[in-house]
Nanobody, 116 residues
Framework: VQLQASGGGLVQAGGSLRLSCAAS????????AGWYRQAPGKQRVLVAF???????NYADSVKGRFAISGDNAKNTVYLQMNSLKPEDTAVYYC???????????WGQGTLVTVSS
């Protein structure tokens, strides 16, 4: 099972990026997912989460700036990041649970760098 994260890059403060997390196999139907980030020297922390019913939760540090969403047809979860700040710089990871499992699976990280 593979989750492909993409969309990271270098952006200036105040800019926007959209991250994508797509399941590489059609049998991995995403039911719930979260985006985590890990800054250099820090622990990995949850940034945003969406459950099977579409309810979302966000870390206080990103509320009002980030939005998590899902596209069932594309089996993809997105993280729209607006008003980016240098402190948002981190490797972002997706973590998703398929409909047929209680376990969550990690995707590879995608690096987001926000310059001041």
């Amino acid at each position: 099972v593979q989750l492909q994260a993409s969309g990271g890059g270098l952006v200036q403060a105040g800019g926007s990026l959209r991250l994508s997390c797509a399941a590489s196999r059609s049998t991995f139907s995403i039911n719930a997912a979260g985006w985590y980030r890990q800054a250099p020297g820090k622990q990995r922390v949850l940034v945003a989460f969406i459950n099977g019913g579409g309810s979302t939760n966000y870390a206080d540090s990103v509320k009002g700036r980030f939005a998590i969403s899902g596209d069932n047809a594309k089996n993809t979860v997105y993280l729209q990041m607006n008003s980016l700040k240098p402190e948002d710089t981190a490797v972002y990871y997706c973590n998703a649970r398929p409909t047929w499992s209680a376990d969550y699976f990690w995707g590879q990280g995608t690096l987001v760098t926000v310059s001041s």
